[in-house]
């Protein structure tokens, strides 16, 4: 059972580039997520996905996009990096955003680092 | 708006010992309430969850919570504490009252560092 996987683990990145992190989950699920987790407070909703098809604002969206791929896949991009987006980024899954009570599913994260 | 609030950074326990992390949450229709652990490198897992019914809800790896409604709280409980426990612990909620996915969104708090020594 691998879950969600994301790519990659670690990446180091100059101020201005750009890149992509992707996340891929094989539980079928129809909403997916993007935080950001930084030291102190908790983790932030970027990006989330409730079916496919659709992407919505979460609490700090800017600086980023995001592509809901198909049902499995939903990618994260930074166009420009900044040093205030180093953080360790997480992706999550869940049967649907319905309004229940259904728990998230986490990948292991990708520590990114902007220089 | 939703919040919660994890009121210590670090909780310090002596294996064997009954551990209590705190959670106080705020929501203005009936709460879901979770508890996640995230070991190092690692994402989070799902230990617990609360929706309705007994206030006592028993999870994961001998976890359990209790939920109080006129405290807003929802405290993570183990009797014993193992030395394999030590982890960052986040408690989650989210407004049960609202039904569409628009903005009806997990909020976090800012995850409790459990220390269980020897």
């Known amino acids: 059972n691998a879950g969600v996987t994301q790519t990659p683990k670690f990446q180091v990145l100059k101020t201005g580039q750009s890149m992509t992190l992707q996340c891929a989950q094989d539980?079928?699920?129809?909403?997916m997520y993007w935080y950001r987790q930084d030291p102190g407070m908790g983790l932030r909703l970027i990006y989330y996905?409730?079916?496919?098809?659709?992407?919505d604002k979460g609490e700090v969206p800017n600086g980023y996009n995001v592509s809901r791929l198909n049902k499995r896949e939903f990618s994260l991009r930074l166009e420009s990096a900044a040093p205030s987006q180093t953080s360790v980024y997480f992706c999550?899954?869940?049967?649907?955003?319905?309004?229940?009570?259904?728990?998230?599913?986490f990948g292991d994260g990708t520590r990114l680092s902007i220089l | 708006a939703q919040s919660v609030a994890q009121p210590e950074d670090q909780v310090n326990v002596a294996e064997g010992n009954p551990l209590t992390v705190k959670c106080t949450y705020s929501?203005?229709?009936?709460?879901?309430l979770f508890w996640y652990v995230q070991y190092p490198n690692r994402g989070l897992q799902f230990l617990l969850k609360?929706?309705?019914?007994?206030?006592l809800v028993k999870g994961s790896y001998g976890f359990e919570a209790e939920f109080n409604k006129s405290q807003t709280s929802f405290h993570l409980k183990k009797p014993s504490a193992l030395v394999s426990d030590s982890a960052l612990y986040f408690c989650?909620?989210?407004?049960?009252?609202?039904?569409?996915?628009?903005?009806?969104?997990?909020?976090f708090g800012t995850g409790t560092q459990l220390k269980v020594e020897l």
């Open positions: 539980m079928n699920h129809n909403s």
């Open positions: 609360y929706i309705t019914g007994d206030n």
């Open positions: 989650a909620v989210r407004d049960g009252g609202v039904l569409t996915g628009g903005g009806n969104k997990l909020t």
């Open positions: 929501v203005s229709g009936n709460p879901y």
């Open positions: 996905s409730a079916s496919e098809g659709t992407t």
């Open positions: 999550a899954s869940k049967l649907r955003e319905d309004g229940s009570n259904q728990p998230q599913h």
